[in-house]
Structures are given as C-alpha cells and as structure tokens.
C-alpha cells in the first residue's frame, strides 16, 4: 500500500459533476410524475380549528389535498398489542406528520397538495386556510435553563473520575460560560423525496439520503413492506452533514400521497422549510470549570452542557465527550441535560455535540493558558495523555505532538508576540490562535461485492452513499491498490439498497468501514484468480504457491508469466469471476481507544473600530491514520475549516420568541461563509497508518474537520484584541469599542 | 403539462370558467384564435384552457433552437428542470440567494430561479450541459477537475457557469477579485478555495474561455 500519495486521484465521478449529468434525487424524470408542496403551520403550539382545503382542491391540476382529516394511516405507525408500547418523549408529545389536529411547532405541516406541475402544486398550496387555537410555548433555551432532564439510557449517565470538586481547590481556576446558538446544515441541495408504487407492496423512492438502507428500513416499518419491495435510489447527494442521516415524517407523507393518489409523487422542499423540518445544531450552554497547578498541570475538569431538543422526540449528542478523555486530569465531571422545546428534533450537524464540546473545552484551555502565562500549545503538551484516561488503554495510534509541532512551524506560531491585542497589520488588529480536535474512529460492518469481467473491468458495488466526501474515489483508490486494475477500469457503484449492505454515511466511518469491505473483497477475488491459475493454467503454474503472485495493470504475473485478467477469463471461458464479502472490526479493537485527531490554526485581521474578523490564514493538521485520497481528503479538510469559519463568524438561526419563528429562514439571513469570507487554506496530514483499525490505516476526517475550528478562530480573536468571545458567532456587535 | 386525472375535472371548472368569462373576451381575445375562444366559453376542454393559459416561448437553449408554450408564472430555472429536464441547472434557494441556479441569458451570467422563463424569448441561453463541446470539457469544468473544486457537487454547475463569465468579464485577475465576484455562488460543502484556484489556473491557462 506504499503508492497512495505518487498520483492523486481525481474524483471518480468529477466529470459527471461538471458537466451537469450527475443526477440528485430530484432529477429523475418518471411517468406521470405529480408535485407536492407542503403548507405548515403559522403557530407554534396549539390546535387546528379549521382547515379549508376547498379553494386548493379545485384549483387547476390538483390531485389530491392531505391533512389530518383524509390524511391515509401509516400501518408502521398504529400501536402493536403484541410489543409493548414505545417510551413517550421526555417532552411528553408523540409526532405524527398530518396525525392530528395538534401543532407541536411553528412550520409544522399541516397540508400537502399533489398536483399535476409543480406551480400549480405551489399556487393550490397557498390557497390553504387554517384556524387555530393558540397554545402557550417555549422556544428559547436560556428561558428554560432550569428545565434540563437527564437522557435515558448509559449515554446520558453523569460521568465522574476522581473528584468532581477538585477544581475548586486548585492554585488557578476558571469557571465560564459558552453559548452556541441554533446552526442548521443547509445543504446547496434542497431535501425531498421522490416516491412510486408499484400496486399496493411495492415502492421505489429515489431520496436525499446518508444512507439507502436506513431509508429502506424507515419505509419497510412505516408500511409494513417486504425488503425486497422496497429500493431507495440515491446516487448523488447534495450535501447532507448530518441532516439526511434519517428518513424524515415528510418522506413517509408523500410516500402515502403516491400510494393514495397512484402516481410518482416528487416532493422539493423550499429553503425556509430546511430551517423547521429537517434537523439542526441544537442551541447549547455550557460551563467548564477548570483547576491547575502553577505549573499548567490540570487538576479537575468539570464540564456541563444543556441542550435543547424537541417536545415529541429526545436528541441527545456526545457534547461533553472529549473532556473525558483529551487531556490528563485525575478529577473530571460531566454531566449532560437536555430540554425539551416546542421546536422541531434537532439531528448530529457536522462535527456534531463533539463539535459543540470542542468550542468551549478548547477556548477554556487557550483562556487557562493565558492565566497561566503558558503558550496555548504548551500547556496541552503539559497534559497530554497517551493513553486513554477515561477507559485506561492505550490509543491505537496518536500522532498529536506532531501535529501541533508541524502546524505551529507552518503559520509562524512562536514568532508572534503572544501578549493580546500586541500585533498590527495597517489598521487592523492580528492575532493568532490554535484549537484541538478530536472523534470517534471506527470501523463498522459492511459488504462489498466484486466483479472481474472479461472486458478488463473491475466492478465494486456496495449501498454506501456518497454526500460529497468523494466515496467512490476512495473506493477505487483502495481497490487500485489491492487488485492492481488501472483506475479507469474500476467503477465503485453505491446509493442503491439493492447492493450489499453498507452503513449510513456518518461519524467519519464510510472510508474505514466500506472500504475495509472493498479491501477484503478484492483480496478475495485475488485468491480466486490465483486458485483458478493454480488449478487449471496448466504447466506454467505448476509448483507456484500463492506468494509467488503480484497483481498490476489489470495483469497477474507468476515468475516470467504475466496475463492479463481479461485474457484469463476468455481463456476460462468465464464471463466473469466475482465474490461477495462481509467486513467487521475484530475483537483487538476493544483493546484500544482510537480517535482521529486534528490541530487547528488560525491567523486573524480584527477591525478595531467596526469589529469586522476576517480570516487571514489557515492550517490545520490531520492525524486521521493512512490517507487513501489526498485531494479527496485535502477537499474534506478545507471544507470542515470552511464550516469551521462559519460556525465561529456568522451562523445563527434566530427565532423571534414571542412567535416562535424563524426570522432569518434564508441564504440571505441566514450568512454561510462565501467565497470572499475564507482565505487560502494548508491541509497537512500526518499519514502514518494506524496499526488497528482496518488493513488500510486509515482512521476518519470528515467531523475532526471542523471539531474545534471555532475556538481557534474564538481565540485568535481573543490575541487580536484582548476580548473574550465566548457566544457565537463573534459578530461585529461583540467586538466593537 | 398535460391532464392525466379526469377524476378531478369537475372540481375546477367552475373557476375556470369564471376566469373565461371574466377575463376572456376582454384581454384575451386579441391574442387567441377565434376557435379556442369558443371551445372555452362552451366549457370544453381543461386542456383547451390550460393552453389558453401559456404564451409561446421561443428560446434558443444550447444551441438549439425551442419553440415552446409556457404559463408566464414558469421560471427559466424551472422550465429547464421541470419541463426541459435540463437538470444540470440546479436549485438551492429559488430566491436568488445562493447562485446554483447561473446560467448564461444571452453571455451574461443570471440566476434562472430569479428569471421568468417568457423573458427569454428571442434569446441564447447556455446551461452546464451546452458549455463542453461535445467530448471536451470547457477549460474551466476541467480545472474544477483537476483543482477538485467541489465535493458533493450540487452548487458546481453554478460555479462553473459563474466562473466562466466571471473571467469573461475580466473579474479574475488575482486570488481576491475571484473570491468578490465568485460570492454570489455558495458552496456549503466549502470547495471555495479550491475553487479559487481552478478559476486562476483557467484563467492563466491562457485557453479560449
Ligand atoms: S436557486 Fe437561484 S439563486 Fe438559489
Ligand atoms: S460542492 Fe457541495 S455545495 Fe459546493
């Protein structure tokens, strides 16, 4: 596996990107097809009173009209005597799209009309009328502070080693708080469905989805289908970062539309509507408590966070994970606290609770440095750990000293003058600031199934999906390297729930865990290629064992003997050879803790007198194990610090709390980073194969992208100008003198 | 788009009707042939009256030439989408807001979703899909290639579209302009600094853009 970095692989599927024939959910042209628009609720909470659907009905093209009076029963979704009842919400409420009269959240839907084009579809929706009766609600987290329950379950446990108050007798402490407000994924790609019957058992939906077979399960349990009448197609993705990591209400509504009305119903949300119904970075507070010696040793960490979740549907993330176990400190708490709002569930955003974590233990360490009189940099080597503190093993691989040492040398980290608020460039104030970043690293099960042909092509397939990481890249790279086929000749085929099942796309695994499966498939075609040789190729192989086999080129050579794979199988009179393979961690991981990790670096321009922050440089290092696609993954990088930047500069989803709305449920309100936000950007990878985790080394990036990247903005802001951001975004308003 | 579910005629007659009888004879009378006319106010036929409702629409999409019949409520990204299936167009907004939606209306790059689709007419429109000739990609979808200047690909034909006329227009003389003119396309994959460098790299290329 020595050749990865010699030529780096464009995206597989880059052409198809750039000329427009990539095809998205929404692009698939079937006969018939009808348009579905949904209207949603104008309160927060509360009851329909009444719902006039008339004028919609009998404007031109509709075909039907859904509400909770005609809306079809899901059979998934009627109680089962046989099992017993599911646990209610913490928040009390069950959520059922078009099941009642109840609204549970503002943008609810509370119609669907399916009509013959799509601006017919959208006209009839606006013709809808409802009445409500209002009820009381709560929308803002920092209102219901004192409303945090406990999650169910050993994931909600409080976790404590040592003693939990020992921060409080240390020489230095520090007791802050962190905010962060609603963030919502907002993908380019607007999220839908589209769903077809075929009579009454049988559907095929082409969805914006992480993940085909989850999707496939979701509409199997709501309709009470057969797996094999069920097939969700979902090729390309247009981007997801968490929020297409389940099937949504909305999808099962216009899979029941299509089923009422017998035709393929096509569903595109609009952009306000990704803000309500399909997941966010749920608002968080948080408090770290932190005690050292003098000397930068830490003595206790206490670390509590409360989040907000939906009234019909707990959510819950790994928030104060990485203060158990990033640094060395005998004494550390957590403890985490959800509480249930009148809002739609959140769901993991990028990064996700870790990410959340990663901002506040990250600047409460630059702030503990600064008390100190400590480099930032120095005082996490103080505490730095090599093996896990939280489970006691060691980590399977960990390569942090070195990502700090080579991004520090690569922006100039020791040559600024680290007093705050010290260094000018012009007018505006510079300051530099570093962060830490660490996730999960995993290996789940997949299956990939192989195929050699004839015609010198190496087919993969595998229903893993691909949101835009570049899957299919680092699918062919993996199976260059074992088979030794051109990569022109390889194609990896995913987003079909008819291939071998493969996990969702999310947690950083997709690289590690299906491409363990392509790595075992291929190797076991090899071994059939050479027992086909061993057995039936005659003198030539006569007295060869299976190590005297190379693979390259679409060519198996023996000694002096090399043919070609194509050849062989003509030879055969074999079509093809092709093998189905099973893939899953083995029981030496449960003997490690394995982390991806990331270093981040940040250079800042503050504008004293307006408060503006731009991002002057970047560079982020990634200990993410053997790495299988640099561009592919350089892409990923960039992308998480471009995320990074946004999380820490300027987004926010604002709700107007006295009518628990959305006011900013647009690109124009809602700011993401754009071009002229985000500077040039290094990626340096410290590629060493971890030793553990799956026969390519490699561990995962997508998330530690952007773990921790907001601090490192949040506390080069703090050296540019001597202020402490601790709510983000760092907004002008904060700053300005 | 043609009616499929006769179950339904019933229902929308009447304002249908109302609509002829209101407004027929007053604007409409002057642009529609005599027979359709009739065939409507005998309350005919839906799809009489929904033809009555489009205006001809004759655009030159690609190269080619389109003698089409639209509703003027269509918007050109929608008409490419929807009727056209010219997906490569994409949406992200339909509010003009985020840019995946560029195309070129007679060389200059618009946003399709903020663009009604009869206000093309008599013009040249190029999509993502007319701007390789044949085999060979544009030199700047080559360098979104070779500088992998998008990851899930969604907002990249709005880039490219953008990108092209973005050097056409002289706007991409250094890093910094590219980055101010390239920001009414979001990628929220964060592609930009790679796509930063691949509009220098084409621009630099010195190749026909
Ligand atoms: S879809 Fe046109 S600008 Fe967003
Ligand atoms: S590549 Fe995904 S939005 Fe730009």
């Given at each position: 596996m020595g050749q990865f970095f010699e030529d780096p692989l464009d995206r597989v599927d880059g052409r198809l990107k750039v000329t427009g024939a990539?095809?998205?959910?929404?692009?698939y042209d079937l006969p018939d097809m009808t348009f579905a628009v949904m209207a949603t609720s104008a309160i927060t909470r509360g009851k329909i009173l009444t719902i006039d659907t008339k004028s919609a009905e009998r404007a031109?093209?509709?075909?039907d009209v859904l509400t909770y009076l005609n809306m079809p029963s899901i059979p998934g979704w009627q109680s089962d005597p046989s099992k017993p009842a599911p646990q209610a919400a913490l928040g009390g409420e069950r959520y059922r799209v078009l099941?009642?009269?109840?609204?549970?959240?503002?943008?609810?839907?509370i119609a669907l009309v399916v009509a013959d084009s799509l601006e017919r579809a959208q006209y009839a929706a606006s013709l809808i009328k409802a009445t409500y009766q209002k009820a009381s609600f709560e929308t803002d987290l920092e209102k219901n502070k004192d409303k945090g329950q406990t999650v169910r379950g050993p994931r909600g446990a409080d976790y404590n080693r040592?003693?939990?108050?020992?921060y409080k007798t240390a020489a230095v402490q520090l007791e802050q708080e962190y905010t962060i407000p609603i963030e919502t994924h907002n993908p380019m790609e607007l999220h839908g469905i589209i769903a077809s019957w075929k009579g009454n058992d049988s559907i095929t939906v082409y969805a914006k989805t992480q993940g085909v077979k989850s999707t496939q399960q979701s509409l199997m349990n709501a309709f009470k289908l057969d797996q094999k009448n069920v097939q969700v197609f979902s090729e390309?993705?247009?981007?997801g970062f968490g929020m297409a990591l389940r099937t949504w209400p909305q999808e099962i509504l216009v899979a029941a539309a299509a089923k009422k009305i017998g035709r393929p119903v096509k569903l595109v949300m609009s952009r306000d509507q990704m803000f309500t119904m399909v997941g966010y970075r749920p608002f968080s507070i948080q408090q770290i408590k932190l005690g050292s010696t003098k000397?930068?040793?830490?003595t206790g960490l206490v670390h509590e966070a409360l989040s907000q979740t939906s009234s019909y549907e707990d959510f819950a993330e790994g928030?104060?994970?990485m203060s158990k176990f990033m640094y060395a400190c005998d004494n550390v708490a957590t403890k985490y606290r959800i509480v249930p709002l009148d809002i739609g569930v959140p769901i993991w955003m990028r990064g996700p609770g870790e990410a959340t974590g990663a901002f506040a233990l990250e600047t409460a360490m630059d702030e503990m440095a600064y008390k100190l009189n400590m480099d930032p940099i120095a005082l996490r080597l103080k505490n730095y750990?090599?093996?896990?503190?939280?489970?006691n093993r060691p980590y399977s691989s960990k390569y942090v000293k070195e990502a700090y040492q080579l991004g520090a040398e690569k922006i100039g980290w020791f040559k600024r003058?680290?007093?705050?608020?010290?260094?000018?460039d012009g007018e505006w104030l510079v300051g530099y600031g570093m962060s830490s970043g660490v996730f999960n690293a995993s290996r789940g099960e997949a299956n990939c199934r192989a195929v050699v042909k004839d015609d010198g092509t190496l087919l993969l397939q595998s229903a893993a999906s691909d949101i835009g990481p570049g899957t299919g890249t680092a699918m062919v790279q993996i199976a260059h390297e074992v088979l030794g086929y051109p990569v022109d000749k390889i194609s990896f085929e995913l987003g079909?729930?008819?291939?071998?099942p493969a996990p969702s796309q999310?947690?950083?695994?997709t690289t590690s865990t299906v491409g363990s499966a392509v790595h075992i498939a291929c190797s076991s075609l090899k071994n059939k290629i050479v027992n086909l040789l061993l057995e039936?190729?005659?003198?030539?192989?006569?007295?060869?064992?299976?190590?005297d086999f190379t693979f390259s080129d679409g060519n198996v050579r023996a000694g002096n003997v090399s043919v070609s794979i194509a050849s062989l199988l003509k030879q055969q009179n074999l079509p093809a050879l092709e093998v189905t393979e099973n893939s899953k961690a083995g029981?030496?991981?449960?003997k490690y803790s394995m982390y991806s990790f990331s270093i981040h670096f940040a250079e800042v321009r503050v504008?004293?007198?307006?408060?503006v922050v731009r991002v002057k440089r970047v560079v982020t290092v990634a200990d993410?194990?053997?790495?299988?696609?640099p561009k592919t993954a350089a892409s990923q990088m960039i992308g998480g610090v471009t995320g990074g930047i946004g999380m820490a500069l300027m987004e926010e989803s604002v709700i107007d709390h006295r009518y628990g709305r959305?006011?900013?449920?647009?690109f124009a309100d809602y700011h993401v980073p754009v071009s002229a936000d985000i500077p040039h950007i290094d990626t340096i990878f410290?590629?060493?194969?971890?030793?553990?985790?799956n026969p390519m080394g490699a561990k995962g990036m997508g998330e530690i992208a952007l773990i921790g990247f907001a601090a490192a903005v949040g506390n080069a802001v703090y050296h540019a100008t001597g202020k402490r951001i601790r709510?983000?975004?760092?907004?002008p308003d904060k700053l300005i003198e | 788009m043609k009616e499929k579910n006769p179950g339904t005629e019933e229902n929308k007659g009447s304002s249908r009707r109302t609509f002829f009888k209101q407004s027929s004879a007053i604007a409409a009378l002057a642009l529609t042939p005599v027979s359709i006319v009739k065939a409507s106010e005998k309350g005919l036929d839906e799809k009489i009256a929904s033809a009555f409702e489009k205006m001809p629409l004759r655009v030159e999409i690609n190269s080619k030439a389109y003698s089409l019949e639209v509703?003027?409520?269509?918007t050109l990204l929608d008409l490419l989408r929807?009727?056209?299936?010219?997906?490569g167009t994409k949406k992200?907004?339909?509010?003009?807001?985020?840019?995946?939606c560029t195309v070129h209306v007679d060389g200059r790059r618009v946003n399709s979703c903020l663009t009604?689709?009869?206000?093309?007419?008599g013009k040249k429109v190029i999509t993502i899909e007319g701007l390789a000739k044949g085999e060979e990609l544009h030199p700047v979808q080559q360098a979104f290639i070779q500088f992998d200047g998008?990851?899930?690909?969604?907002c990249t034909p709005g880039q490219i579209m953008s990108a092209v006329c973005c050097i056409r227009e002289g706007h991409a003389n250094d890093p910094d302009q590219v980055r101010e003119f390239m920001s009414g396309n979001i990628c929220r994959c964060g592609a930009y600094s790679n796509i930063v460098d691949a509009v220098m790299h084409a621009k630099k290329g010195g190749q026909q853009i």
């Open positions: 990539a095809r998205y959910f929404a692009e031109p093209g509709v075909l099941g009642s009269d109840q609204i549970l959240f503002n943008g609810q839907p040592g003693d939990a108050n020992a390309f993705v247009g981007g000397e930068g040793q830490l928030t104060v994970n750990t090599e093996t896990d503190p939280e489970r003058n680290p007093a705050p608020r010290s260094m000018k079909n729930s008819t291939f071998p999310g947690g950083s695994t039936k190729g005659g003198s030539d192989y006569a007295g060869k064992t299976a190590a029981p030496d991981q449960q504008h004293p007198k307006t408060g993410s194990g053997k790495i299988i696609s959305f006011i900013n449920n647009n410290i590629d060493k194969p971890d030793p553990v985790i709510e983000l975004p760092i907004t | 509703e003027p409520r269509v929807e009727q056209l299936h010219l997906t992200g907004c339909d509010h003009g807001q985020c840019g995946a009604l689709a009869v206000t093309t007419e998008f990851q899930c690909g969604y």
